[in-house]
């Protein structure tokens, strides 16, 4: 049982990671299209 939940943790914990650096990498570069807030 705590073998699954530390699974599901590190899972979650890299799938965290993966969103927050390509989304990151996103807002570094001056796109004109996109998903919202480009135009503010």
């Not at 899972?11 to 990671?17: P, R």
């Not at 390509?22 to 004109?32: E, I, M, T, Y």
């Amino acid at each position: 049982m705590e073998f699954g939940i530390a699974i599901i943790a590190i899972y979650a914990i890299a799938v965290i990671a993966l969103v927050t650096r390509f989304d990151g990498s996103r807002k570094k570069k001056n796109r004109l299209t996109g998903r919202g807030g480009d135009f503010e």
